[in-house]
C-alpha cells in the first residue's frame, strides 16, 4: 500500500477530522483483538455491511481477508453483495458528487485510517472506538445526529439500530479558566432509544470493527513484528559470535 500518499489523502478530504478532541473529549482505550481471528472476521463483516456504503478501503483486496482465516467461498458468501470479485479492491457505489451534496464532504477513504488518526492522545484504534460511541442525538444538525469527539460532524451514525439513541447530559460548571463564568460541561449520555444490542454488546461490536479497520491499515503488522523478533535474535547472536571471533583473533596481540 502507497501510505504517504494515501494519508495525505485522508487528510486532505477530512479537516473537521483533523479538529478532532480539540475540546479536549478524552479517548477510551480501545480493546486488543490483533490477535482474535473471531472478532476480527465479525468486523470485516460489519465493516462491508455498515461502511462500505459510503467508505472505500481501495487500498485492500477482499482476498487479503483469507488472512484473517476466511476462505475465498466464506468471502463470497458473507462479504460481497453486488458482483464484485474476491480480487478486486474494496470500493464504495456512491458516487462523490452526490456524496458532496448530502454530507457536505466525500467520505474519505478508510484504507490508513486507524494510522493518520493516531496521536499523542492515543492510538488510532482508540481513536475510532471513541468516536463510533460518541454519537448523539441533535435536531440541529441535518443528519439528525452529533458526535462529542467531532462536533458537528457531517457523518451520520451508521450504526444507530444497533447502538440505539442517546442523548448528551450536559451540566453548569464553572470555568476554570475565567473567574465567575460559567460553561456547559459534557456529564455523560442518557439513553433514549434501545438499540439491537444492549451496552456491551455494541462496546463489543464496535472494538471488534475497530480492531478489523486497524488490522485493515496494516494487514502485515503481525508477521512484521513476528520476523522482528527473529530478526534481532539472529542479530544478537552474531554481535556475540563477532565479539569473540574478534577476542580470539587479537589475543596474541595484547
Known amino acids: 500500500m502507497n501510505f504517504p500518499k494515501k494519508l495525505l489523502a485522508i487528510l486532505a478530504l477530512v479537516p ?3 479538529m478532532a478532541n480539540e475540546g479536549g473529549f478524552p479517548l477510551d482505550k480501545a480493546p486488543d483483538r490483533s490477535t482474535d481471528m473471531a472478532a476480527l472476521q465479525h468486523g470485516a463483516k460489519l465493516f462491508v455491511n455498515y461502511c462500505l456504503n459510503c467508505h472505500a478501503a481501495s487500498s485492500m483486496r477482499y482476498n487479503r481477508l483469507r488472512d484473517l482465516g476466511l476462505n475465498e467461498d466464506q468471502i463470497k458468501a458473507n462479504l460481497l453483495f453486488t458482483g464484485e470479485k474476491v480480487g478486486d479492491m474494496m470500493t464504495t457505489a456512491l458516487n462523490p458528487k452526490d456524496a458532496k451534496a448530502w454530507f457536505g464532504v466525500v467520505p474519505p477513504d478508510l484504507s490508513v485510517i486507524a494510522r493518520a488518526k493516531s496521536s499523542e492522545a492515543g492510538s488510532g484504534a482508540d481513536y475510532l472506538y471513541t468516536y463510533l460511541r460518541a454519537f448523539y442525538k441533535d435536531d440541529s444538525r441535518p443528519t439528525g445526529w452529533n458526535n462529542m469527539l467531532v462536533p458537528n460532524v457531517a457523518m451520520p451514525h451508521v450504526l444507530w439500530e444497533l447502538q440505539g439513541a442517546q442523548a448528551a447530559k450536559m451540566v453548569e460548571a464553572a470555568d476554570p ?24 454488546e455494541y462496546d463489543t461490536a464496535v472494538a471488534d470493527l475497530v480492531g478489523y479497520m486497524d488490522w485493515m491499515a496494516e494487514p502485515a503488522r503481525s508477521t512484521r513484528k513476528r520476523m522482528g523478533v527473529w530478526v534481532l535474535l539472529f542479530l544478537s547472536g552474531f554481535a556475540l559470535l563477532a565479539w569473540r571471533l574478534n577476542a580470539s583473533f587479537w589475543k596474541e596481540v595484547k
Open 16 to 18: 473537521a477530522l483533523a
Open 177 to 200: 479558566h475565567e473567574e465567575g463564568k460559567m460553561e456547559h460541561k459534557f456529564s455523560g449520555f442518557e439513553p433514549l432509544k434501545p438499540g439491537k444490542l444492549n451496552k456491551l
